[in-house]
């Protein structure tokens, strides 16, 4: 299932109705400049997501959809789940952004794990020769969180889009269920992926 073009609220719900797993949804609309330069972007986007419905709003001749979300901007990509907003992202970004920022948000994302609500999509933005990188990708996956990595000593647009997202451009920076992180904070990491702290660490 590629991009679906919501023409009714009644679709929008219907599809959210059927499908059992994650749904990402981008609100647009041509009075926006950054809506219509970023268009293109998610629709590359969409096509890459065969697995996931990807719905497509105009807030301009559908209304009522953005509302009820919390869309107060456009262009706004949000994925729902059990008809909760999990992430959204507002403002203009590229295809492989949106593609770093839902990776994990389709029905195995949101699966139970040893009786546990599945965690959020991490990206893990990381650099050569970084110590706390590496401390940062070995506490995740001890914790048994999937996550992206970006290497930004080898993509100058991960580095791009990633100081533009934080103003930061030092490493290892995360994202968990777009919220940033800058920095090995553990406390942070925990609060955000909803881990119990433990004691001796």
């Not at 997202?165 to 925990?190: E, H, M, N």
Request: net charge positive.
């Amino acid at each position: 299932m590629s991009l679906v073009a919501v023409e009714k609220e009644e679709e929008f719900d219907q599809i959210l109705n059927e499908r059992k797993e994650t749904v990402i949804a981008g609100f647009f609309g041509e009075f926006s400049s950054a809506s219509r330069s970023t268009e293109g972007a998610f629709r590359e986007f969409a096509l890459l997501r065969s697995d996931q419905p990807v719905l497509y709003v105009d807030v301009s001749t559908v209304k009522g959809i953005h509302s009820r979300y919390g869309v107060t901007n456009v262009p706004t990509v949000i994925s729902i789940s059990d008809g909760k907003v999990i992430q959204k992202i507002v403002g203009k970004q590229s295809s492989d952004y949106y593609s770093n920022a839902f990776t994990g948000h389709n029905s195995a994302a949101n699966s139970s794990v040893d009786g546990k609500t599945g965690f959020p999509a991490v990206t893990v933005w990381v650099g050569d020769s970084c110590v706390w990188c590496t401390r940062v990708k070995t506490y995740l996956r001890k914790n048994r969180v999937s996550f992206r990595e970006v290497n930004i000593s080898r993509d100058p647009s991960g580095a791009s889009n990633l100081q533009a997202r934080t103003g930061q451009t030092g490493v290892p920076q995360l994202s968990i269920g777009g919220r940033y992180v800058v920095g090995f904070d553990k406390a942070k990491i925990d609060d955000y992926l909803g881990l119990k702290p433990r004691s001796g660490e």
